[in-house]
């Protein structure tokens, strides 16, 4: 199971750090990645990390501006994200899944989300 936290209201140009907490002992094993989804629009990807930590991949959109990490002692996945802009107010979720990838029908595991609202 997952469960994403840290999301709130931020001003442009301001941070939030998100985590996605999992359980189990295999979520190690995992790799996690973060998506999001504005009023009206799609899923978009966001952000990836490998099972280990040492592969990431973003969305264009936020590339440069945003941070994936892990902590598996943890059990816990991070999202830093800086410089935000209006255009990333969205519900952020986090998934897991044993493959490495972009595409959220390919993740088995979801967290409930969290709510980022950027004001201009």
């Known amino acids: 199971q997952l469960q994403a936290s840290g999301g709130g209201l931020v001003q442009a140009g301001g941070s939030l750090r998100l985590s996605c907490a999992g359980s189990?002992?295999?979520?190690?094993?995992?790799?996690v990645g973060w998506f999001r989804q504005a009023p009206g629009k799609e899923r978009e990807f966001v952000a990836v990390?490998?099972?280990?930590?040492?592969?990431?991949y973003y969305a264009d959109s936020v590339k440069g501006r945003f941070a994936v990490s892990r902590d598996n002692a943890k059990n816990t996945v991070n999202l830093q994200m800086n410089s935000l802009r209006p255009e990333d107010t969205a519900v952020y979720f986090c998934?897991?899944?044993?493959?490495?990838?972009?595409?959220?029908?390919?993740?088995?595991?979801w967290g409930q989300g969290t709510l980022v609202t950027v004001s201009s």
């Open positions: 990390i490998s099972w280990s930590g040492g592969t990431s």
């Open positions: 189990g002992r295999t979520f190690s094993n995992y790799a």
């Open positions: 998934a897991a899944d044993r493959l490495y990838g972009i595409r959220s029908d390919k993740y088995g595991s």
